[in-house]
C-alpha cells in the first residue's frame, strides 16, 4: 500500500528552466510534508517542508505547493542548476509521528 | 557531511546468516531511526530509539532488531538473512524526538547472495 507516490520515475530538465516535480498522497492524515534530495552514495538531505495549514513555502529557489483537497504536493525548482541532478523524494508525517513515509523517488536531470 | 555516519558502507554475506549495521548520530542527537531502502522504492521506516528506549516501530521483520547503547549509537542487527534482505539501509538523527529534522547517514549498501 503506497501512501505517497511520486509517478514519474525521471524528469529531464533544460538549465534554467524550471523542473516540477509531483507527489501525491492517499492517507488524509498526513499533515507535515517534506521533500529530500539525495545523491548518489549519499543519504537524503532535508529540502523544505510545509504543513497541511499552508499551501506554499518557499526558500530561495525551491518552492513547495501543497493541495490538501487534491491530496497533491509539487517542489518547483527556480531556476533549475546541474547541480540540482540528483532523485527527489516526497515524505509524509502524520503530525509529530516518528515515522516518515517516502515516495519511491523521482531522477531529475539538468542538463546544459 | 550531515554528521551521521554508518559502517560498513558495504557489505556482502549469504543467505542465513547474521550481520549488524553500526550507525553514529550527530554529536547531541538522542533519536536515531532505520530505513530500509529496497531497489526502486522508497524508504521504508523501521525502527526509532530515542536516548537508548526504543519509540517507535515501523515494518520491521521479526527477524531484525536494533538497540541503541549508552553511548546513543545504535546497531541493527539482521538475521537469518534471506536474498530480499538485499537493500540500503539507512540510519537518520535528530536533536529530540519526533517532529524534528532527521538528517541520515550514507548508508550501508547489503548485498545478500
Known amino acids: 500500500d503506497q501512501q505517497v507516490k511520486q509517478n514519474s520515475p525521471s524528469l529531464s530538465v533544460q538549465e534554467g528552466r524550471i523542473s516540477i516535480l509531483n507527489c501525491d498522497y492517499t492517507n488524509s492524515m498526513f499533515d507535515y510534508f517534506l521533500w529530500y534530495k539525495k545523491y548518489p552514495a549519499e543519504g537524503p538531505t532535508f529540502l523544505i517542508s510545509?504543513?497541511?495549514?499552508?499551501d506554499k513555502n518557499e526558500d530561495g529557489r525551491f518552492t513547495v505547493f501543497l493541495n490538501k483537497s487534491a491530496k497533491h504536493l509539487s517542489l518547483h525548482i527556480v531556476p533549475s542548476q546541474p547541480g540540482d541532478s540528483a532523485v527527489y523524494f516526497c515524505?509524509?508525517?502524520?503530525?509529530?509521528?516518528?515515522?516518515?513515509?517516502f515516495g519511491t523517488g523521482t531522477r531529475l536531470q539538468v542538463t546544459l | 557531511d550531515s554528521g551521521v555516519t554508518q559502517t560498513p558502507k558495504h557489505l556482502i554475506t549469504a543467505t542465513g546468516q547474521r550481520v549488524t549495521l553500526r550507525c553514529s548520530p550527530r554529536s547531541g542527537d538522542l533519536s536515531v531511526y532505520w530505513y530500509q531502502q529496497s531497489l526502486d522504492q522508497g524508504l521504508q521506516f523501521l525502527i526509532q530509539y530515542y536516548n537508548g528506549e526504543e519509540r517507535a516501530k515501523g515494518n520491521i521483520l521479526e527477524r531484525f532488531s536494533a538497540q541503541q547503547f549508552p553511548d546513543l549509537h545504535s546497531e541493527l542487527n539482521l538475521s537469518s538473512l534471506e536474498l530480499g534482505d538485499s537493500a540500503l539501509y539507512f540510519c537518520?538523527?535528530?536533536?529530540?524526538?519526533?517532529?524534528?529534522?532527521?538528517?541520515f547517514g550514507p548508508g550501508t549498501r547489503l548485498t545478500v547472495l
Open positions: 537518520a538523527s535528530s536533536e529530540r524526538g519526533p517532529g524534528n529534522e532527521q538528517f
Open positions: 510545509i504543513s497541511s495549514i499552508k
Open positions: 515524505a509524509a508525517r502524520i503530525g509529530t509521528a516518528s515515522k516518515l513515509t
